[in-house]
């Protein structure tokens, strides 16, 4: 530094003015560009041009816009659609309507029948269908030929009723058919019981007074078989109290065809329970009615 | 803008009556095209058709006033260009040589040509060359009318971040301009 030099002290700094940004853009002027509340004259030095882009970007377009009609044919047919709906949703709604109906009648039915049922009121041939069934399934059910002594249920299941149903003292509703008259109508015979008599002696017991009357018509009791075979037939002759279809050889009232030989074996005594089983029980003569399940009952024995 | 009518008109295009959604249509429509010029160019009407079919099996169900009935069309148009943009990702379009197209435009043209007549189409031209984001937030602000708010909802960014988008874009626009605006001045001296 020579001596012309000025000494650093005297030198006169100017103050620092930085360039003024001139795009400089604050947030006011920022929205007022974008609303379009700025005239391209009334913009800041820089943003006059950017005014005048966002004005005709968003002028209004003097050419009719394509595509009105194809937008309007879309319009159509969603209303049309739309209008189709609520007769769409209208069957679902009576088809509800018309299951309710059904359901509402089923209850009402099945109500009234079980209370019907229940004050033992049903009329003769519902009473008679259902024994048929009742009568059917014990009839199918394996387990009546392992033993012996047991009854189908009669309708009341009353245990009681069915013995005195063997008993030949079984009530009979009104109008029954005697067809179906169940088990307790083959002990009601007294040809039967005299046979099953002939292979007990216990069911002497039982069914003396039941077997008094075949004994006293055939005048000897080895004739009971031969007076109780012309006296089925017609069906004419029982106990004196009922009469009875010709008997299908099983005592089961079921009204069907009995087997060939059903009932012919079993009244000889020939697979009827020994004399010491069963003995007094109002179901001994079931051998007579079940003849081929006792055959194999007691074979299998 | 539709103005005080707007719900009248609605309710009646939401029931079929075709001169009613002929005024949301011809108030839409022009503003839909700018966007997908935007955002999607080449498939702008493509777009504007599908959008308005979804308009028009939703407008039954929308419940609002005109700004939140334009928010929710431009909210379909901005699904629609998506789903595009996905479909062009999936399935890529084959480039086509350069030689048999015209000779591209020069980088000053579009501005030049605001300049000089200020036309829609260049307008929407020069916004479209500056980043998607702030093209996007532009347009959507500037052509649609929606609100900072309105716009952030339907870009899926915070209110700030559309404001600094429309800011940085709106700054860039300036300096386009200006850098066109220095040549043109000097070749007219």
């Known amino acids: 530094m020579g001596a012309d030099d000025a000494w650093s002290a005297e030198i006169k700094w100017l103050p620092f003015t930085p360039d003024p940004d001139p795009l400089a853009l604050d947030e006011d002027l920022a929205e007022r560009l974008l609303d379009g509340g700025l005239r391209p004259d009334q913009a800041p030095a820089g943003y006059a041009a950017v005014a005048a882009l966002l004005a005709a970007a968003a002028a209004p377009s003097p050419a009719e816009p394509a595509g009105q009609e194809a937008a309007l044919a879309e319009l159509r047919a969603v209303t049309r659609a739309r209008r189709a709906i609520p007769r769409a949703t209208g069957r679902p709604g009576r088809r509800r309507r018309v299951g309710l109906l059904v359901a509402v009648a089923v209850l009402g039915l099945s109500t009234t029948g079980i209370a019907a049922a229940a004050t033992g009121t049903l009329p003769a041939p519902i009473t008679d269908t259902a024994r048929r069934i009742f009568a059917t399934a014990d009839d199918t059910a394996p387990m009546p030929s392992t033993r012996p002594g047991r009854q189908p249920a009669p309708s009341t299941g009353d245990g009681a009723a069915v013995g005195a149903a063997s008993q030949g003292q079984r009530p009979r509703p009104a109008g029954e058919p005697e067809a179906t008259a169940g088990p307790g109508a083959s002990n009601d015979d007294p040809c039967r019981a005299s046979k099953t008599g002939k292979g007990a002696d216990k069911n002497k017991k039982l069914n003396a007074g039941a077997s008094q009357a075949p004994v006293e018509a055939a005048g000897d009791p080895d004739n009971v078989t031969s007076e109780c075979q012309n006296s089925r037939p017609d069906g004419t002759e029982g106990d004196g109290q009922e009469k009875h279809p010709p008997s299908n050889g099983q005592g089961r009232g079921q009204g069907g065809e009995p087997p060939p030989d059903a009932g012919s074996k079993p009244g000889q005594g020939q697979a009827g329970p020994p004399p010491n089983s069963g003995g007094g029980s109002p179901e001994k003569g079931r051998p007579i009615e079940t003849g081929p399940r006792r055959t194999s009952f007691s074979t299998s024995r | ?189």
Request: hydrophobic content about 50%; proline content about 6%; overall charge positive.
């Open chain 2, 1 to 189: 803008m539709i103005g005080p009518t707007f719900p009248a008109v609605l309710t009646a295009a939401a029931t079929g009556d075709e001169d009613a959604f002929g005024v949301l249509w011809h108030d839409l429509q022009p503003r839909l095209l700018r966007y997908f010029k935007v955002i999607a160019p080449g498939a702008a009407e493509d777009l504007a058709s599908e959008t308005w079919l979804a308009v028009i099996r939703g407008v039954g169900r929308f419940q609002g006033d005109e700004a939140a009935f334009r928010a929710w069309v431009f909210t379909i148009a901005r699904h629609k260009a998506r789903d595009r943009w996905r479909q062009a990702a999936r399935k890529p379009v084959q480039e086509l040589p350069e030689t048999g197209l015209a000779e591209p435009l020069a980088p000053d043209d579009p501005a030049a040509t605001v300049l000089e007549d200020a036309s829609t189409r260049a307008a929407l031209a020069l916004i479209a060359t500056l980043p998607a984001g702030q093209a996007e937030a532009i347009v959507l602000r500037v052509v649609a009318g929606l609100e900072v708010n309105q716009v952030a909802e339907l870009m899926d960014k915070r209110p700030n971040t559309v404001r600094v988008l429309t800011h940085r874009g709106l700054r860039r626009l300036a300096e386009r301009l200006g850098a066109d605006q220095g040549p043109r001045a000097r070749r007219a001296v």
